[in-house]
Each structure stands twice: as C-alpha cells, then as structure tokens.
C-alpha cells in the first residue's frame, strides 16, 4: 500500500526567505513522486516530479525537490520565496494509475 | 500537457437534487479520474471513469450515489445524486494520457448544498 504523509499543515514564512516543506511517503512498489500547487479557487497544477534519474528535480517557479530513498522523503524546496507562492501544495505518490495525496501544507508567504 | 474543461465552475443546490458535473479533455487520454475534495481537506479519489463500461469506485463511494459516464477518450460525466450538505466539495476532474506520469487536473467545480 502507499501513503503520503506531510508534516506541517501550515508554514508561514517571510519574502525572500527560503522555505522547506516536507513529504514522506511509503510505498511497497515503483516510486513516482509529485508535487502539485493549488492557488485560491483554482485546480492543481504540477510544480515538479520524480519518475527515475537524478535525484534532484527541477520545477517551475524556482521549486526544487529531493528524492531521498532511504529516508522516503521527498521535500519541496525553494531558496527565496515571493508573495505570489501563497498557496496550498501537496505531495502525492504515484503507482502505475493511482494516485495518493497528502493532506496538504499552506504556504503562507508574509511581507 | 492537455486542456481540461470542467462545468459548471461552482454551483449551490438545494438538498434532494442532483448535480452532473462534465469534464471536457481537448485530446485523447487513457485515463480519466473524478476526485473529491472536502473544505481544508486533500484530495480523495472518488472513482475511475472507464470508456464503454462502469466505474470502479473506491471504497465509500457507490455507483447509486456517484454515477459516472465516459462514453469516448476525451469526456466523462460525474453525477452527484440525492446532495445533502455533506457533499459540498470541490469536484476535480483528472487525467492520465499514460501510466507511471503526472495527472493532469481541471479547475474544479464548487458544489455548495443548502
């Protein structure tokens, strides 16, 4: 079975700082990690993902993302962040077709 | 990348009706996904909409309560029957075009029960 879990369900941070938003999953098959942004009254859109290859992924927007097998973790970073990256993320874990999120981190980006 | 379209955007209804939610893919997808998501809650798979036969559904959801449609490759339908507040969500529409990649979300309609 496969679970996603993150840790912080909100993390408030000040412009320009960097943030770190954790995710660790658990899965007994093929790993395929993602994280997605969800703005207000929006839909998901993928930041970044991890299908095979080098353990460091880059997405949009400046995100970042490490693949860490022996700690099943999969965190979200990026070294400055704007006002703009308020918004819901989640961590989701992938096999084959189906999909498992977590329960999602706000990202509150303060003035 | 694909280009979802989901209808309505947001609606209230009154308790007893129903709602059917259409998801409109702009190219041919091998999967398509109906998702759940409660307020402040992530995301629950509600059921996987297979072209020319039932859904499989997950578990806590039923067809009675939850009927889907996928007549071709690019649109499904999602019918919540019988609402009562409890169903006020956030529906998303979701697709894959293979297996073992990133799914591809719409923009949600807000369903509101009174």
């Known amino acids: 079975a496969q679970s996603v879990t993150q840790l912080d369900s909100q993390v408030p941070v000040f412009e320009e700082a960097p943030v770190e938003l954790r995710c660790n999953y658990s899965?007994?098959?093929?790993?395929?990690l993602f994280w997605y942004v969800q703005y207000p009254n929006q839909g998901l859109q993928l930041l970044l993902k991890?299908?095979?290859?080098?353990?460091l992924v880059k997405g949009i927007n400046g995100f970042e993302a490490e693949f860490n097998k022996s700690q099943t973790s999969f965190h979200l970073r990026k070294p400055s962040v704007h006002i703009s990256d308020t918004a819901e993320y989640f961590c989701a874990v992938g096999g084959t077709y189906k999909y498992i999120f977590g329960t999602g981190t706000r990202l509150k980006v303060l003035a | 990348s694909a280009v979802i379209s989901q209808k309505p955007s947001r609606d209230i209804c009154q308790r007893g009706t129903s709602l059917t939610i259409q998801c409109q893919v702009d190219?041919?997808?091998?999967?398509m996904f109906w998702y759940r998501q409660q307020p402040g809650q992530s995301l629950t798979l509600i059921a996987t909409?297979?072209?020319?036969?039932?859904?499989?559904?997950e578990s806590g959801f039923v067809i009675d309560k939850f009927p889907i449609s996928r007549p071709n490759l690019t649109f499904s339908t999602l019918t919540v029957s019988n609402m009562s507040p409890e169903d006020s969500s956030i529906y998303l529409c979701?697709?894959?075009?293979?297996?073992?990649?990133?799914?591809?979300f719409g923009q949600g309609t807000r369903l509101t029960v009174v």
């Open positions: 190219s041919q997808v091998t999967m």
């Open positions: 991890y299908l095979s290859g080098s353990t």
């Open positions: 979701s697709v894959l075009f293979r297996a073992n990649t990133e799914a591809f």
């Open positions: 909409a297979n072209q020319g036969s039932e859904a499989t559904y």
């Open positions: 899965s007994s098959v093929s790993v395929y």
